[in-house]
C-alpha cells in the first residue's frame, strides 16, 4: 500500500482527461473518456470522481485501480457471461467492442442501506415496504442483510438527471427489455454477484451491492462498463461490520457518507475536500484493489497521454 505521503504527492498528477488527437470522436463521461474507432471503443479511466451524480474532484490513481481491477473481474467471470473487452492495453485503458446498451441498469443488492434519495434504505426508511416492487420485511434497520440478495432495475437517466427506478414487470410490459433477454439478464446478474460475494469475503470484505450494465453484440449478451470496481460496487470491511452499525467503506460511498454528513448531497456549493481526505478515498480504492486480487498495487509512469498513445500505437491502422 502506498503511503498517506505519497497519495498527497500524487494529488497534483491526477488525470483529469486524455486527449488522443487522430483517434476519432471523443465523449468525456462523468469518470472516462471516451474514443469510438473502427468499431471498438476506447475506455480511458480518468481519476476523476463522481458522487450524487457530479463531478467533485480527482482522486490520484483511481482511474488506475478502476481500469485493472475491471480487467481482472472481466478475466475471471467470462464462464458466467461474454463481455467487450478486447484487450488492456495500458493501466488507464479498456478497447471494447462496440456494443448497443440494455437501456437498464442492474443492481443487485445483498444489504440495505444507502444515503441517496433512491437508496434501498432511504425509501424503507420513508415508508416504502414494496421499493423497486420488491416485498420487503418489517423490522429493517440500515445496514442488516436482506433474506436474499435483489435486483433493482432502474432506466438510464439524461444527464442531470436521477436514474427512473422501475420494476421487472414494467421492463416486461413497456418493452423495454424482452422477456426472454431479461431472464439472461438476470440469471447473469445473480451469478455475478454471488461470484463476487465470495471473492470479497476471501478477502476479508463483504460485497453490499453492485451495479452491473449488459449489452448486445451480435445478438449475444454481454457485459459491459465496468465490474466489482469501488465506483460501481460498495464494500464494507467484515471485521467492523456488526460492531457499531457503520461499517468501514472500501468504495465511493465513503466519499458520498463524507459529503452527506457536510450536508451536501450535490447541490450548492460542495464542502472542500483537504489532501488528507482525498488521499484517505485513494487508499480506500487501492485497499480494494489490494484485498480483492492479492497483490501489490504499482502505479504507472506518467505523464498519462503519452503511456497511453505508445500503448496504443499497435492498434493504429497504417
Known amino acids: ?47 476523476r470522481i463522481s458522487a450524487f451524480d457530479r463531478v467533485l474532484g480527482l482522486i490520484p490513481y483511481k482511474g488506475q485501480v478502476l481500469n ?10 467470462r464462464d458466467i ?28 443488492r445483498g444489504y440495505i ?45 439524461a444527464e442531470g438527471h436521477h436514474d427512473e427506478r422501475i420494476t421487472r414487470e414494467e421492463i416486461i410490459e413497456r418493452g423495454i427489455v424482452p422477456l426472454s433477454r431479461w431472464e439472461q439478464v438476470e440469471t447473469a446478474a445473480r451469478s455475478l454477484f454471488a461470484r463476487g460475494q465470495m471473492a470479497a469475503q476471501q478477502a476479508g470484505l ?3 451491492d453492485t451495479k452491473y450494465e449488459f449489452g448486445i453484440v451480435n445478438d449475444e449478451l454481454v457485459l459491459i462498463d465496468e465490474i466489482h470496481t469501488p465506483d460501481s460496487s460498495r464494500y464494507w470491511v467484515a471485521d467492523t461490520y456488526g460492531q457499531d452499525r457503520m461499517p468501514a467503506n ?11 454528513s457536510q450536508g451536501y448531497r450535490g447541490e450548492g456549493t460542495q464542502p472542500h475536500m483537504t489532501p488528507d ?41 497504417p
Open 81 to 108: 457471461v461474454a463481455n467487450h473487452v478486447v484487450a488492456v492495453p495500458d493501466p488507464n485503458v479498456t478497447i471494447g467492442r462496440e456494443a448497443v446498451s440494455l437501456p437498464v441498469e442492474v443492481v443487485v
Open 1 to 47: 500500500m502506498l503511503t498517506q505521503a505519497e497519495l498527497i504527492d500524487a494529488i497534483p498528477r491526477a488525470i483529469a482527461s486524455v486527449d488522443l488527437p487522430g483517434w476519432g470522436p471523443k465523449t468525456t463521461g462523468k469518470v472516462r473518456d471516451i474514443y469510438k474507432t473502427d468499431g471498438l471503443r476506447i475506455l480511458i479511466t480518468t481519476d
Open 113 to 157: 442501506t444507502g444515503v441517496t434519495t433512491t437508496s434501498l434504505w432511504y425509501l424503507y426508511s420513508h415508508g416504502d415496504r414494496r421499493p423497486y416492487g420488491i416485498a420487503l420485511p418489517e423490522g429493517l434497520r440500515k445496514n442488516d442483510p436482506l433474506p436474499q440478495p435483489i435486483i433493482t432495475p432502474t432506466t438510464k437517466a
Open 68 to 77: 485493472q481491477l475491471s480487467a481482472w473481474w472481466f478475466d475471471r467471470t
Open 277 to 317: 481526505f482525498i488521499a484517505s478515498v485513494a487508499a480506500r480504492y487501492i485497499g480494494a484493489y489490494e484485498r480483492l486480487t492479492g497483490t501489490a498495487f504499482v502505479p504507472a509512469e506518467q505523464p498519462a497521454a503519452a503511456r497511453i498513445e505508445r500503448n496504443l500505437a499497435r492498434f493504429r491502422k
Open 206 to 208: 463483504i460485497l453490499v
Open 250 to 260: 472500501y468504495d465511493k460511498e465513503y466519499l458520498r457518507e463524507w459529503f452527506a
